[in-house]
């Protein structure tokens, strides 16, 4: 179908999104925790489909959800350590220089992240990593997620955080 964009807020969008990644992630006993959703955090409105928008997130908080739990380490092994505090943020925050106008969607967690050399990689098609082969998945939400949001005129990217991987829109 033809990508159709109109004027949205972010929260707005993501909202059942956000509800439902958390009911998941808690289950399991991630923390979830959500900033920037509220009114008053001055978001500008964008220019979006937001049907993309919610599949391009909902991938990358999947993501984040399956792998959140293996702890750091080696994963090869059989016996995976388990992360013992299982946190995942998303933060929404206005867009800064250089970029233009718009919503940074931050995703961070502290599973194991993503290893320099397979930066690139992970957004091929069918691409997993060394630590995921113990997940079940096929290896296509980054890439679907990536090229969603390129089309829409954004960025997807892996942001080094300190404390695990963030991945900002």
Known sequence: GEM?????????V???????????AEEPGIDFEVE????????PGVN?????LQEAVGNLLDNAIKY???GKGNSRGVNVPQ???P???????PNHEPYKAGVTILVQDNGPGIPPAEKEAVFMRGYRGDATRLV??????LDISKSMITQMGGILDIAEGGDGTGRAL
């Open 14 to 24: 993501l909202e059942p999104i956000m509800s439902g990644s958390k009911a998941i």
């Open 36 to 43: 920037g959703m509220d009114d008053d955090e001055e978001l």
């Open 87 to 93: 946190l995942i943020r998303v933060s929404l925050v």
């Open 48 to 52: 979006i489909c937001p049907k993309y």
């Open 83 to 85: 992360n013992p505090n």
């Open 136 to 141: 079940p998945g096929s290896g296509i939400g």
């Open 4 to 12: 159709e964009l109109e004027m949205s807020f972010v929260p707005d």
């Open 68 to 70: 959140v739990m293996l």
